[in-house]
């Protein structure tokens, strides 16, 4: 049997997934799921998506790989046709970051039974960071990585158990446990957020307009946050 390799972003993912039946949400074309059976990371999958198309190439890719029995393709938005105690933990990638949030709000019966999470919002992490804190959950895991020349961030997540954590702007931002580990990738992210935050300003102060004021404002604002991160890189 060929085993498949997967994209930097996707092994990610995969790698921080530490359960036996797991739920691959926004699945595609159902790689991650092959992969978390094939290495024996995972006993059993339900690979769910809301678009259809995908799901039939899906479920053509588990037959091709003989998986049909470990990996039950479903339709479905979000957890809506997963029930609670189906599934020790929920891979959620591939998706904006307020989707993510508005699929944990959804599935809120399962996060009360405390589901595991792996998420790769492909955009405003901040916003997943903050979300998870309100539900009373802790990142245990974070990864940034490139991929194909687009930065993006894994993370994992677990019940804290009404732990007090506390998280600055700046860790619900860039994240608490990659600055805490002077990650190099977020050191290369930020330094070229930098730089453009500095040349826009740069063109912003030629428009002097009210908005292009207050937007040199809050540049000015995250230059600074991001040079105080820097530094204790």
Known sequence: MSYLKLSPRMQAIADMTDKDKIADIGCDHAFISIYLIQSKKAGKVIAADVRQGPLDIARNNVKMYGLSS???IRLSDGFDKIEVGEIDQAVISGMGGELIIDILKKGRKHIERGVGLVLQPQSEPEKVRRYLLDIKYIITDEKMLVDEGKYYVVMKAVPCDNKLINYSEAELLYGKL?????????????SLQQHKNKELIDKLSDIKTDNSMNKV????KDIKMIEE???SL
């Open 70 to 72: 470990e990996i039950d």
């Open 178 to 190: 990659l600055i805490q580990r002077k990650d190099s990738v977020l050191k290369e992210y930020l």
């Open 217 to 220: 404002i809050e540049l000015k």
């Open 229 to 231: 991160v820097l530094d």
